[in-house]
């Protein structure tokens, strides 16, 4: 990277972690836990959410997560009705949170994910993630989290890149609602492989593209789902969390994101209605003038590619093979 790219990006962290710790300087913890909390220790890895009526969806969300090594979720429940809050209760490995207030008077959310990680303290790796949200990379059937994080580590990373990959399954979106009991990516089992858009900024690397994009029109890809959090860490964006220096680094591994089911309108115009989201919801209400009226919905095109694994997410270009032996 050029010295006058790295001067940019340094002068604009620095800029903007001073903005950010100033407006939240008086900022008081509103979370609220619910249930005891066990100690954590710390090589364990945290995985971080914030979640409203996601039931039954978070059933293979925690199975994926903990068979890739997070042994404890710290999850923010916000105001579910639909059982999200009970089930996550009777789970022995899931600290539930509350708080008085809403998503949207919470930053949509970042406020209490830098919470978190104050609670459960720095120098240590956090999962950040949505709850259609699932990271895969290259050797996870043989490595989990603790390997991938010393592999990163020892390359002077502190935030993994993993592009947001829009899964959807092969015709109407109508007649494929979620399944908890199967796995997301065995029904939306659909990516795009080409049509991405690379670009740099001070704050990160921008990844554009993908079915939302064709459908709905541009959408930010760009995630970094895992973290070394210490001192410097401020999750201010889960697109770009600061230090952005930390963000400048190579891809190796992908954000499988799972929003094309049959509930896919429905949620779109609870989205809507409560206007909790950025820009008053305005990318839901594009998500409703698309799909509302037409007789069926499918995002399939002509650079649409099944998917078997993450070596088709490699094999594609949006992420890289790790060698793991070196």
Aim: no cysteine; glycine share 8%; charged share 25%.
């Amino acid at each position: 990277m050029k010295k006058r790219s790295q001067f940019h990006i340094f002068r604009r962290s620095i800029a903007d972690t001073i903005q950010y710790r100033f407006r939240n300087a008086l900022r008081k913890d509103d979370l609220e836990a619910r249930g005891n909390l066990s100690p954590v220790s710390q090589k364990e890895i945290l995985l971080v959410a914030v979640v409203r009526n996601e039931y039954p969806e978070i059933i293979p969300f925690l199975d994926h997560y903990r068979s890739i090594g997070v042994s404890r979720f710290a999850i923010v429940d916000d105001r579910s009705e639909d059982g999200t809050r009970e089930f996550l209760l009777s789970q022995p490995d899931v600290d539930v949170f509350i708080s008085r207030k809403t998503y949207g008077e919470a930053g949509r959310g970042t406020f209490w994910r830098q919470d978190i990680i104050r609670r459960y303290g720095f120098n240590r790796w956090y999962v950040i993630v949505d709850a259609d949200e699932y990271l895969v990379y290259d050797g996870m059937d043989r490595h989990d989290l603790h390997d991938l994080a010393g592999w990163i580590q020892k390359r002077g990373m502190k935030h993994l890149l993993a592009p947001m990959i829009d899964m959807y399954p092969a015709g109407d979106l109508r007649d494929f609602p979620f399944d908890p009991n199967r796995a997301p990516w065995e029904i939306a089992d659909h990516f795009d492989a080409s049509g991405y858009d690379y670009t740099t900024s001070p704050q990160n690397i921008k990844i554009r593209g993908g079915p939302r994009s064709r459908a709905f029109g541009t959408h930010t890809l760009t995630k970094y789902p895992f973290v070394y959090g210490d001192r410097l860490t401020i999750l201010n964006s889960i697109h770009a969390p600061l230090p952005y220096w930390r963000n400048h680094v190579e891809s190796y591994g992908a954000l499988l994101h799972f929003k094309f089911f049959s509930n896919f309108t429905t949620k779109a115009q609870v989205a809507v209605d409560e206007g909790q989201y950025w820009n008053g919801a305005s990318k839901y209400k594009e998500y409703l003038s698309a799909t509302i009226g037409k007789p069926d919905f499918n995002v399939m095109s002509d650079i649409s590619q099944r998917y078997s694994g993450i070596q088709d997410i490699i094999g594609a270009g949006l992420t890289q093979a790790i060698s793991w032996n070196d």
